[in-house]
């Protein structure tokens, strides 16, 4: 028999709670992890980078507060980042940009404060981001008019003006 690896972690509406266990980062061939709608909370200590064939991180709907973490910079075959109505504060990193196979970013209904990373016209490939509800402000960066696969775009509640072209 060949080895057997965990390569996707469903635990969604399963009514976890507590802290995310730093453990995951052991499951080096995890492709999915859905944690969506539990109630984890608290700063998150997962290590992403030892995940890097992660293609989708859904954590939406928990309590789990900090910065985006840094580490989701090495996931070059990230296709959809959820982390919607958590707590994360401050802005939005500008590496996102650079995660090329991002299909969906999801990261509305936070704390999020600053400007639309002008990065993130490098997305060619995105078609659903919502960011609404949080405390964005400035103006929409002119890049991001160049998103030509984007069909669902939600920047509602925020202080963010001007146009797409």
Same mark, same amino acid.
């Given at each position: 028999?060949? @080895? ?6 469903? #635990? ?9 266990? *730093? ?36 954590? @939406? ?16 075959? #990230? ?11 401050? @802005? ?5 940009? @650079? ?17 639309? *990373? ?23 960066? *002119? ?21 797409? *072209?």
């Amino acid at each position: 028999h060949g @080895s057997q690896r965990v390569v996707a972690l469903n #635990l969604s509406e399963k009514a976890f709670e507590g802290p995310l266990s *730093p453990y995951i980062r052991n499951l080096s061939f995890l492709q999915v992890l859905d944690l969506w709608s539990d109630s984890f909370h608290g700063h998150h200590h997962i290590d992403f980078s030892r995940l890097p064939l992660l293609q989708k991180l859904s954590i @939406s709907e928990n309590n789990l507060e900090g910065l985006i973490p840094q580490t989701l910079s090495h996931y070059r075959g #990230l296709q959809i980042l959820s982390a919607e109505d958590n707590q994360f504060y401050g @802005s939005i990193p500008k590496f996102l940009g @650079s995660l090329s196979e991002l299909k969906r970013l999801s990261i509305r209904g936070n704390r999020l404060t600053g400007t639309i *990373p002008f990065t993130l016209a490098n997305l060619s490939i995105l078609q659903w981001f919502t960011i609404g509800q949080n405390q964005l402000q400035g103006n929409i960066a *002119p890049e991001l008019g160049s998103l030509n696969h984007l069909w669902i775009l939600d920047l509602s509640y925020n202080l963010i003006a001007g146009t797409i *072209p």
